[in-house]
């Protein structure tokens, strides 16, 4: 497995709890496989809650890129600058 800073653990960490960010962007970023991924946030995280971020992952479409549903792509704020290789655009 890659080695990996804290602050792109942090991150790592950070995309994999949110909904709407796929495992296949996690890969495309930082060269993390799905159950590499898993692998991380379970050394990671406390037990309770990796049972509960695998709990609520488990079966959500929106986490794999090929069982989403909506062909528009990913649904972005009007106040979220552009962010390109993982680095917010300063301001």
Request: hydrophobic share 15%; proline share 0%; aromatic share 10%.
């Given at each position: 497995m890659k080695q990996l800073n804290e602050i792109e653990t942090d991150r790592i960490i950070e995309m994999a709890w949110e909904d709407r960010?796929?495992?296949e962007s996690i890969q495309f970023q930082f060269g993390l496989k799905e159950q590499e991924v898993i692998d991380l946030m379970r050394r990671e995280m406390k037990p309770?809650?990796?049972r509960m971020w695998r709990k609520?992952?488990?079966g959500?479409?929106?986490?794999?890129?090929q069982l989403r549903t909506f062909e528009k792509g990913r649904f972005k704020c009007t106040r979220q600058r552009t962010i390109?290789?993982?680095?917010i655009s300063k301001r």
């Open positions: 960010t796929t495992f309770s809650s990796f609520r992952v488990q959500r479409k929106t986490k794999h890129q390109s290789n993982n680095s």
